[in-house]
C-alpha cells in the first residue's frame, strides 16, 4: 500500500506542469475521452496521469507523459485529453479533496482521498502493473471509463 501512495505522490507532485512532452508538426492526435464516476464531493480537483510504456508507472519515480488537474465534481465527469498520440497508456487518478497535490492517507498508509487505475487494476501491496492498466488508443480515439473508489 505504501508503494502504491508513492506512486500516486510521484505522479501528481508536478502535476500544475501539464503537457505533452512530444510535439508532432501533423495533424492532431486524437482525442482520449475520460468518464470518470465515484467522486463523492466537489471539494477539490481530480490529478489526472497518463503514461505510456516505459514512464515507470509502477516504480516511485514516475514520470508521466500527460498530466491534467480538473475541479472534482459529484456525478459524471468527462475530461478530454486531446492530441493524444495513438498508442497504449495506463492512467493513475486521485481525487485531491484538499487541493494539497497529494493523497492523503490515514492509520497504516490507507489512502484516505479517493483513487483509481485504468482498467480498473488493482495490485497487491501497491500499485498494478502498467500491462495490467493499459489501455488502447486507436486512431480514431475512444474513450475510458474510470471509477473511483475511497
Do not use: W
Request: net charge negative; glycine share 12%; with cysteine.
Amino acid at each position: 500500500m505504501n508503494r502504491l501512495i508513492s506512486v500516486l505522490v510521484s505522479s501528481m507532485i508536478s502535476v500544475l506542469d501539464a503537457g505533452n512532452s512530444e510535439v508532432d508538426a501533423g495533424a492532431p492526435d486524437p482525442t482520449m475521452q475520460l468518464e470518470i464516476t465515484g467522486v463523492r464531493n466537489d471539494k477539490g480537483h481530480v490529478l489526472i496521469a497518463v503514461y505510456r510504456s516505459g514512464d515507470g508507472f509502477s516504480e516511485t519515480r514516475a514520470t508521466a507523459f500527460r498530466k491534467e488537474i480538473v475541479p472534482a465534481s459529484v456525478g459524471r465527469m468527462m475530461v478530454e485529453l486531446k492530441d493524444l498520440p495513438v498508442g497504449m497508456y495506463a492512467i493513475a487518478l486521485i481525487h485531491d479533496e484538499n487541493d494539497n497535490l497529494k493523497i492523503d492517507t490515514g492509520f497504516l498508509g490507507i489512502p484516505t482521498e479517493g483513487f483509481c487505475f485504468s482498467r480498473g487494476a488493482t495490485g497487491l501491496f501497491g500499485p498494478p502493473s502498467f500491462k495490467d492498466a493499459a489501455v488502447s488508443h486507436p486512431v480514431g480515439g475512444g474513450a475510458q471509463k474510470l471509477i473511483v473508489k475511497y
